[in-house]
DNA sequence: GTCTATATCATGATAGAC
DNA sequence: GTCTATCATGATATAGAC
C-alpha cells in the first residue's frame, strides 16, 4: 500500500463537493468551505484534481458513468428479450428514468443528494459542465433516442424529441425541488417518511412521463394556413 | 422632475442584471460586471437597490407581479364565463403556462431572456429568492390548484399537486434549455428561425401536459399488499 | 503525499467629497 | 444622485518545507 490515506482523501473530497455542491451549487461553493468539510488541506484539491472545475467533472464522472452503463445493459436486455418486436415506450422510459431514481436508493451511489445536484446542474448556467456532460454521455441519449424512434413510429422524430426534453425537464425538477414542493403546496405531501415519498415518486412520475409522450399530437399551422397568414401580411 | 437620470440608471441595472443572472447565474455575476456593463457607477447598486440580494428580488419582482396578475386574471374571466360548470383542465393550463410563455413573445416584459432566468432560477440553490417566491406568490399557486382540484374531482388532491409539479418541471426546463437541447440532441430541431421554434413550442409543451396530467393514476401498494411485504420481512 | 504559508486578485459594501 | 477611494474579506492557486 502506497499511502492508503491518499485514497481516502480523495474520496472525502469528492463525497463533500457532492454535497456541497448540491447545497449551493457551484459558484456558491468555495475550495475552502470542501477542505474543510472534508477535515483535508486547502491544497488537497489541486493536488487530487488539478483545479475546481476538474473537481466538479469528477464529481459527476464518478456517478454518471455507473448510470450510463446501467442504463444501457437495461435497454440491451430488454431488446434481447423482445427480438423482432418494438419495445414499449414504457419500457425504455422506465430504462432510463426509472434506472435513474432507482439509484436514488442506493447510498453508495450518491443516493438522493447526487440525483439532485444532477437535476439542478441541467438548468445551472455553468457552461462548462454542461458541455462535459454534453459530449461524454451523448451516446446514451442517441440510444434512447433511437429507441423511442422504433417504438412509436407514427410519432414525428421532432416531436419524439421535444417530449423526450419534456420528460427530462419534469425528472429533473421533481428531484432537483424535493424541497422546492412548498413553491406548489403548503400543505404537507401525505407520505409520513422519506423512504415512502421516494417509493411513490416512481410510479407517479411514470404515470405522467408516459401520459405525456403518448399524449395527441398537438396541431400546428398547416401549410395552407401558413399560406393564408402570409397572404393577410402582404 | 427630479432628476429623470436616476429612472433610467435603475431600469438599466435591473435590465442588465436580468441578463447577467441568466447568462451567469446568481453567484456567477459580480456587481463589477452589471455596473460595467450597465455603465452606471459601482455604487449605483447599493444606492438604488441596497444589496445585491435586494437587487435580485427586485429583477423577479419587477416581472412577476405582472404575470400573476395576468395569470389570475385569465383564470377570473374564465370561471365568470363558465358560470357553475367546471373548467376544462386545459384552460387552466393555458392560464398558468401559456400565460407565461406568451409572455416570451413580449420584449418589454423580458422576453424569452427573463423566462430563462426563472425556469433556471426554480432548480437553484439560492435559497434567500426561492423562500422570496413562495412567499410572495403563494396565493396565485393557491388559486391555480384550487382551480385544478375542481376541474378533476376524481383524481386525488395529492396526485393534482405532483402533477402541478411535474408541469413545472417541464416547463422550466423547456424553457431554460433552449440551447441546452444540444444535450437530447445533435441535429437541428427542424425550425429555422426562432419566431418559429417558440410559436410551436406551446402547442407541443400543452400537448405533453395535458397528457400528463390526464393520464392513468399510478398503482401504488394496497394496504394488503403492505401486509403481505411486512409478513415477508417478519 | 501532505502540509504551511502566501501570492494575487476579485468580491460586496461603504464613507465622504461633490 | 453620483462619484472616487478604500475596507475587509474571501476567492483560486501555487511554492516549497517536510
Request: glycine share 6%; proline share 4%.
Amino acid at each position: 500500500m502506497v499511502e492508503v490515506r491518499s485514497i481516502d482523501t480523495r474520496e472525502r473530497i469528492l463525497d463533500t463537493a457532492e454535497r456541497l455542491f448540491m447545497a449551493h451549487g457551484y459558484e456558491g461553493t468555495s475550495m475552502r468551505q470542501i477542505t474543510s468539510e472534508a477535515a483535508v488541506n486547502l491544497a488537497a484539491v489541486n493536488y487530487h484534481f488539478g483545479s475546481k472545475e476538474s473537481l466538479m467533472e469528477e464529481v459527476f464522472r464518478r456517478r454518471l458513468d455507473w448510470l450510463s452503463e446501467e442504463r444501457l445493459r437495461a435497454l440491451d436486455e430488454m431488446e434481447a428479450q423482445a427480438g423482432d418486436k418494438p419495445l414499449k415506450p414504457s419500457q425504455i422510459v422506465d430504462a432510463f428514468f426509472g434506472t435513474l431514481l432507482r439509484m436514488a436508493e442506493d447510498e453508495n451511489r450518491g443516493g438522493m443528494n447526487f440525483l439532485r445536484l444532477l437535476g439542478r446542474t441541467m438548468t445551472e448556467p455553468s457552461e462548462f459542465i454542461r458541455a462535459f456532460l454534453a459530449h461524454r454521455y451523448v451516446h446514451v441519449m442517441d440510444r434512447f433516442k433511437e429507441a423511442l424512434f422504433k417504438a412509436l413510429p407514427d410519432v414525428p422524430k421532432a416531436e419524439i424529441v421535444w417530449r423526450f426534453h419534456f420528460m427530462l425537464g419534469a425528472t429533473s425538477y421533481a428531484i432537483a425541488g424535493t424541497d422546492t414542493l412548498r413553491l406548489v403546496t403548503d400543505w404537507q405531501i401525505e407520505a409520513a417518511d422519506k423512504e415512502d415519498r421516494l417509493d411513490r415518486l416512481l410510479p407517479r412520475l411514470m404515470s405522467f412521463l408516459l401520459g405525456g409522450l403518448r399524449a395527441p399530437l398537438p396541431q400546428f399551422d398547416t401549410p395552407e394556413s401558413q399560406e393564408e397568414r402570409a397572404a393577410k401580411a402582404a
